[in-house]
């Protein structure tokens, strides 16, 4: 009890509170507590959260009630949603009436709905926020009309808030921010500028054209002028080993143009082995821009040569495999091959571009893509072997050959622009007329080779028309008002408030001018100030309604990530709910939206990260260098979250669900029924089938592991707070976290039972171990698992050859146990169960993808006085069982979304 005679009025109840028995002040500060606080806390929370205990480091005895204080809020805002949820006091401990609790609970959510509506009045619902380094790349796009413009990498990370790089509380700018700006204005600008000085063009690169392919292995001297033992020389499916002995030419060229149109390479191995890479090197893509990739392929079958191993090392069941292929047997390809396509820039990087099916019968395929200056094309066959230094073996191989791929040619048309000159020099500089200058840039040489290996390279390898365009005014200042108008006005977000707020960017211009620059760089300088301006950088933001400019900016930033097309723009009556539905649906519809569905997947479930993991090469060895799963498990997450979009089907898909989407490798990946095919398609699971729905798809259970081991700790806490919307706090300090032992001696769950064997531990991991043990019997890619893997000394080892061509050797090791309890009592005892306790509640589901998507769509968080208005979204998509469009159009109608 509290003793009253210490207790010190002054017309209303403070915080200055002493406690009986001995106890502290509540709290020191000069802000009121209400009087209904007072008893509840000190008869169910100070004994274990005053400052002598402070249990979960929290101490209820000296936190302030000063509610304008941040961090003081979010303390208050956990005490009630742990008591209203029932997890404090704990089971263990006297429970409080429901009178006091409710009288409790409605006199903490007064005060501070209170003060966050007070918050939100003062400061609006979100902070002022630059765009991200993707908006920025978009917004490029957009102002300079160049949709192929890639200018995001060129920029700093973006910080990350509450999982998005959307807040304000991350994206601040500093004087390397602006830096990188005005370098990327800069690069975008001549990007732009410069497409007006390539007419399209088509070139077709034939494969053993000398120094068309380079082929290249880091542990042997020398650039091959000939083709290594790679490249098996073709004509059709007739080998040529005399090319190889350097007695017969590489082609016969245009002599004979139909033996040119049937040769080839042939490989069997990928290019992405760091044995041997081989790349169209020989293409010459003079500027950046838009372009059409046509490629001629087939495959083929390459007789073994006689040495098999598996017999003598008792590997893989005693089935032989084979050592090489015999380059003088080549039969027709008994299958398709799947095949990537990447853009290899001159830094030793790769950028995917398009993946197509390569069959035995030769085939040109076509692809449109966006490439760089400089770009070399490399197209890897991800299913053949990825050798490396050392291999062994072939896992493809059998008593009849081994797979492999040929390409007889690659063309090259662009760039393609629908207009001339091109749309992004009319962005910049209208109908005046201009000149190219050009000169010869030679090619910069290839990474990854010595100067050795260089010998030749200069002599073969392609240069790059360097061309400058030179922009021949009429009347150069009155040109460049107009285009500094015409070009200030697309580029803000918001209306010009009159024509004299351009004059900072001519007086740049003027600057430039006197120091002797042309009038074409003069002008690149001030338009690199407009793209590196405030009005540019950052979103607009202050308390209030949105006028109907800023409800376009900030639904377009949302579905597009980035900023609102013409017919956008001309909306009048956004604030009416037919016309925002009506230009929702058609966003949604418009291929762009696919940069939300990208973006919005890559923060909130990690996806961006799914390359960070790499597989362990001897525990995992089917997974290790396997881009084809890796690429696969990503689109099938994207193109299953469309689906669910587009069918507006309900929430409880993210849980479980009857389809997903899947190509031949993801097919084997999850035990479907298979077929061949690099493209993604919708499957049906069957009624059994541990997949369906987010949980257990292969990319959402690689991100949450290390690529070595599992955690139920990791992957429980991460689809708690994801997926289930329930915030977990970080660690205690000084608590270490539990690794895995790959020996195989103990498995995760002893070791937990240990770590987790203290109150303090308990309370915690008993929300989100139970998630993670349900997917322990999901391996550290996804594929399912009854038993651990280990290297150590216990369990039944297993031996073979990897995609790597190297021997491993792992143990199969305890088995895996995926039951558990959830905090509420209900078992289960593996991953269905799960799953039906986690749909019981399917409005839980929706409520979290509603806070996502406001977070996302608004940069701020649902505060606590904006409770209630997530329910009344959630009650408006009822009737459409939480259908995911339905969500998006009510979260779009909704206050939160309209008010800044």
């Known amino acids: 009890m509290l003793n009253t005679s210490t207790i010190r009025l002054a017309g209303k109840l403070t915080l200055a509170i002493t406690l009986s028995a001995g106890l502290a002040k509540l709290a020191s500060a000069e802000v009121e507590l209400p009087e209904e606080l007072y008893g509840f806390l000190e008869n169910h929370c100070l004994n274990c959260h005053d400052s002598f205990e402070q249990k979960g480091d929290l101490d209820l005895e000296n936190l302030p009630f000063d509610l304008t204080d941040k961090e003081t809020f979010a303390t208050w805002a956990l005490v009630h949603d742990r008591a209203d949820h029932g997890e404090m006091p704990p089971k263990k401990k006297k429970r409080p009436e429901k009178e006091d609790l409710a009288a409790f609970l409605e006199s903490l959510s007064k005060s501070l709905s209170t003060a966050d509506r007070e918050r939100i009045a003062q400061n609006g619902r979100s902070k002022v926020r630059r765009v991200n380094r993707f908006e920025y790349e978009n917004t490029l796009r957009h102002v300079l009309d160049a949709p192929w413009l890639q200018a995001a990498d060129r920029l700093p990370e973006d910080g990350t808030y509450h999982n998005f790089n959307k807040t304000g509380d991350r994206l601040d700018v500093s004087h390397v921010q602006m830096s990188k700006y005005l370098e990327t204005a800069d690069y975008a600008l001549r990007s732009a500028l410069n497409a007006a000085a390539f007419k399209s063009e088509t070139k077709r690169y034939y494969a053993r054209d000398e120094g068309t392919m380079i082929f290249w292995m880091p542990y042997r001297k020398g650039l091959n002028r000939l083709p290594s033992r790679t490249a098996i020389p073709l004509l059709g499916l007739s080998p040529e080993p005399e090319v190889i002995r350097g007695t ?212 073969r390898g392609p240069s790059i028309p360097d061309r400058r365009v030179e922009v021949l005014p009429n009347d150069a200042d009155t040109d460049a008002r107009r285009l500094l108008l015409a070009f200030t006005e697309k580029a803000y977000r918001s209306p010009l408030a009159d024509a004299s707020a351009i004059e900072p960017y001519f007086a740049i211009y003027k600057q430039a001018t006197a120091f002797g620059e042309s009038f074409t760089d003069a002008m690149i300088a001030a338009f690199s100030t407009v793209l590196s301006s405030p009005d540019f950088l950052f979103m607009e933001s202050q308390a209030g309604p949105l006028e109907t400019h800023q409800i376009a900016s900030r639904l377009s930033y949302f579905l597009w990530n980035g900023p609102p097309d013409e017919q956008l723009e001309d909306v009048q009556n956004l604030h009416q709910e037919a016309a925002l539905r009506a230009q929702t649906e058609r966003m949604l519809s418009d291929r762009k939206s696919d940069r939300f569905i990208n973006a919005f997947l890559d923060y909130w479930l990690d996806l961006k990260e799914i390359n960070s993991n790499t597989p362990d090469s001897q525990l995992y060895p089917q997974y290790y260098i396997d881009d084809q799963l890796t690429e696969a498990s990503l689109f099938e997450t994207r193109r299953f979250f469309r689906e669910l979009i587009d069918k507006d089907l309900p929430a409880r898909n993210l849980i479980d669900s009857d389809f997903t989407f899947a190509n031949e490798r993801l097919a084997r990946h999850y035990g479907l029924e298979p077929f061949e095919g690099v493209q993604l398609r919708r499957v049906a699971l069957p009624e059994n089938s541990p997949r369906g729905g987010l949980l257990t798809q292969a ?202």
């Not at 040769?263 to 372009?291: H, L």
């Not at 030679?442 to 002599?459: A, D, M, Y």
């Not at 070595?708 to 970080?730: D, F, K, N, Y």
């Not at 339905?886 to 008010?899: C, K, R």
Request: glycine letters at 10%; proline letters at 7%.
């Open 699 to 900: 990319s959402v259970l690689r991100v949450t592991a290390n690529g070595t081991t599992t955690s139920p700790v990791l992957r429980g806490a991460w689809i708690t707070e994801r997926i289930l919307g329930v915030h977990i706090p970080p660690p205690p300090s000084g608590v270490e976290a539990v690794e895995p032992d790959t020996r195989g001696a103990t498995t995760i769950r002893e070791q937990l039972d240990k770590h987790t064997s203290s109150a303090s531990c308990y309370a915690c991991h008993a929300k989100f171990d139970p998630a993670g043990f349900a997917l322990e019997s999901f391996d550290i890619a996804g594929g399912f698992q009854e038993q651990y893997r280990a290297l150590g000394e216990i369990g039944e080892p297993v031996e073979g050859i990897g995609l790597n061509g190297l021997l491993f050797a792992y143990r199969n090791a305890e088995p895996v146990d995926s039951s558990g309890e959830l905090v509420d009592g209900r078992t289960f005892s593996d991953i269905h169960e799960f799953k039906t306790h986690l749909l019981a509640d399917e409005r839980a589901i929706a409520r979290n993808l509603v806070k996502q998507f406001i977070l996302y769509a608004t940069g701020a968080p649902v505060g606590f006085s904006e409770r209630q208005q997530i329910e009344e979204i959630l009650d408006s998509c009822q009737k459409s069982e939480y259908g995911l469009k339905s969500i998006i159009h009510a979260v779009v109608q909704s206050d939160l979304f309209n008010i800044k």
């Open 248 to 459: 017969q030419a590489l082609t016969v060229g245009d002599s004979n143009p139909e033996a040119r149109n049937e040769e080839a390479f042939g490989f069997v191995v990928g290019s992405q082995a760091s044995a041997a890479k081989y790349d169209f090197r020989n293409v010459v893509v003079p500027t950046d821009g838009d372009y059409r990739l046509r490629i001629k392929t087939y495959t083929f079958k390459a007789g073994p040569n006689g040495r098999a191993f598996g017999e003598d090392h008792g590997l893989t069941g005693g089935k032989q495999k084979w050592w090489y292929p015999d380059r003088n047997v080549i039969m027709r390809g008994d299958r398709s091959e799947p095949v990537t396509l990447y853009a290899h820039t001159l830094n030793g990087e790769s950028r995917w571009i398009g993946s197509f099916d390569s069959y035995p019968d030769p085939n040109v395929i076509e692809r449109d893509v966006a490439l760089r200056k400089g770009d070399a094309i490399r197209p890897d066959a991800g299913r053949l072997l990825r050798t490396q230094p050392g291999w062994r073996g072939n896992p493809n191989a059998d008593s009849e050959g081994v797979p492999g791929f040929a390409m007889n040619w690659l063309e090259l048309e662009g760039p393609i622009n629908k207009e001339w000159p091109p749309k992004s020099y009319q962005a910049l500089f209208g109908n005046l007329p201009f000149k190219v200058h050009e000169t010869e840039e030679p090619l910069p040489r290839p990474p990854l080779l010595t100067e050795e290996t260089l010998i030749g390279w200069t002599e």
